[in-house]
């Protein structure tokens, strides 16, 4: 089945403490992106990666890192967490950077930075 | 970056009725995305619009492409309750390597 995973569904964790949130699709994609979700915010991308060893910053980049060493990973580091990191996370993949409509979102981490 | 601005923020509403709800921007998008979230999920791509002035449909669901090209609406018509989800509207940044969302609208139907 097609699909984006990622792991942890659910974390919580205290400040300071370096946790890494694992993304992978099997779908061969060349595009992959990691967005968090707040009340009220909507969406906002954080890192995108066009292709392996290719990553740029969404809008709010901040605190996270981010790598591409094969095309069907994407994990997202945080090195630091803080309380304001505290939110749900999506990470998505489409087959190119032309087909962002295409996008395909895995089902969420909901983390929680005490 | 670009802005999307979604009304109404959400939707209290019984089975039956028509929904309608709309997007809009500052700046000209040359597509405009209709994405929806159900509790629990990621979000799932619904239409998508490409041309000034389009009108797409898919099932129950309507969405027109505004002719400035900075807004956008949906509609649902005759809503069940499986309809409850956020909906979103998107946008590519102008350089295409980016999607911007809009905030959401919330919906929920009461059977």
């Known amino acids: 089945e097609a699909q984006v995973t990622q792991n942890p569904r659910y974390l919580i964790t205290v400040t300071g403490k370096k946790l890494t949130v694992t993304c992978s699709q099997n779908m061969n994609h060349e595009y992959m992106s990691w967005y968090r979700q707040d009340p009220g915010l909507g969406l906002r991308q954080i890192y995108y990666?066009?292709?392996?060893?290719?990553?740029d910053k969404g809008d709010v980049p901040e605190g996270y890192k981010v790598s591409r060493k094969e095309k069907r990973n994407f994990p997202l580091i945080l090195e630091s967490p803080s309380p304001n990191q505290t939110s749900l996370y999506f990470c998505a993949s489409s087959f190119s950077k032309i087909s962002y409509n295409e996008q395909f979102f895995g089902p969420g981490t909901r983390l929680t930075v005490l | 970056g670009q802005q999307l601005n979604q009304s109404p923020q959400s939707m209290f509403i019984q089975e039956g009725e028509d929904v309608s709800m709309n997007c809009t921007s500052s700046s000209i998008f040359n597509t405009w995305l209709w994405y929806k979230q159900e509790p629990g999920e990621g979000p799932v791509l619904l239409i998508a619009?490409?041309?000034?002035?389009e009108l797409t449909s898919n099932g129950r669901l309507t969405a027109q492409f505004g002719i400035t090209r900075k807004d956008s609406f949906l509609n649902i018509s005759a809503s069940i309750p499986s309809d409850v989800g956020i909906y979103f509207c998107?946008?590519?940044?102008?350089?295409?390597?980016?999607?911007?969302f809009g905030e959401g609208t919330q919906l929920t139907v009461n059977p």
């Open positions: 998107a946008g590519p940044e102008t350089s295409g390597s980016r999607l911007t």
């Open positions: 619009l490409y041309k000034a002035g």
């Open positions: 990666s066009m292709n392996v060893e290719v990553t």
